[in-house]
């Protein structure tokens, strides 16, 4: 497991390209085979993956937890961004098709996850925050999540917002978890940006075309920076920072956050004139 210990405000303005890469930005997760975390000590984030082969990957606790077992005190959020794949959670079995969110429950015990075709394998997201209380393991298909559409085409945003963990969806402690679908032409998955000092977020970024870019805008508003990724790497963003991001060709990202309240729209607006 993987730790990172995140920068303030004030470390941030000293820090140059390769600092801010090696602290905010996660590459190279999913690998054939493995299970891969990290854990980043804002929130006690444990951020993931699972790729599943030939074989099925049993989700284990890790020394850094100190738990019995892996969900013995934390919730888990689950997307599969690649091929069909199955999560069996204490013995009963969610197939995951691309897009589909499975939601896990504090205490479960036995988890793993299979690929229907090795060939073709899941690509498991995970997303994990600690619990206090204990919610049903619960699973949302892509198809029965009723998107909201936001942006125009004219503003290079027109996107469809999809909610899965939240508080009118999949009932968590504290997790909340969706995705956004960029329509063909619009590159812009949040502008204007805004901050939540309630709250950190992750975003995680997916069908990205091989040869195209994302440039992720941070840091306080008045004094951005950015990270350029590619397909399938994370970014964590602490509550000072502001995170929104432009490809060179549309894309997906799923959005996950933890913190003090579960309400989507609990967020501090930065108008555009204000960017520096």
């Not at 027109?158 to 508080?167: D, E, G, L, T």
């Not at 997916?206 to 306080?220: E, T």
């Amino acid at each position: 497991m993987r730790l990172y210990q995140m920068a303030d405000a004030i470390r941030y303005e000293m820090m140059n390209t390769e600092e801010l890469r090696e602290t905010f930005l996660l590459e190279d997760l999913f690998q054939p085979g493995e299970i891969e975390f990290a854990y980043v000590d804002l929130d006690r984030t444990v951020i993931g993956s699972a790729v599943p082969t030939t074989t099925a990957l049993k989700l284990e606790t890790e020394p850094e937890l100190k738990a019995e077992y892996f969900l013995e005190r934390r919730e888990l959020g689950v997307m599969n961004v690649g091929g069909t794949g199955s999560v069996t959670v204490d013995g009963k079995t969610f197939e995951l098709d691309k897009m589909d969110v499975l939601y896990v429950g504090r205490g479960s015990k036995d988890v793993s996850f299979t690929s229907k075709d090795a060939k073709a394998p899941a690509n498991f997201y995970l997303l994990s925050y600690p619990a206090h209380a204990v919610y049903p393991t619960t699973m949302v298909k892509f198809a029965d999540i009723q998107p909201v559409a936001l942006g125009t085409l004219e503003t290079c945003n027109s996107r469809k917002i999809y909610k899965a963990i939240h508080r009118e969806g999949i009932k968590s402690c504290q997790l909340v978890m969706g995705f956004t679908l960029l329509d063909v032409g619009s590159n812009w998955n949040t502008m204007p940006a805004h901050t939540h000092m309630r709250r950190s977020e992750v975003y995680f970024y997916f069908d990205v075309d091989p040869k195209a870019r994302v440039f992720h805008l941070m840091g306080p508003p008045d004094a951005t920076s950015h990270l350029v990724m590619k397909d399938k790497e994370v970014v964590v963003s602490p509550g000072w920072s502001i995170h929104a991001g432009v490809g060179t060709k549309n894309y997906g990202f799923c959005w996950g956050m933890g913190g003090e309240n579960q309400d989507y729209s609990d967020m501090d607006v930065v108008a555009i004139e204000e960017l520096r």
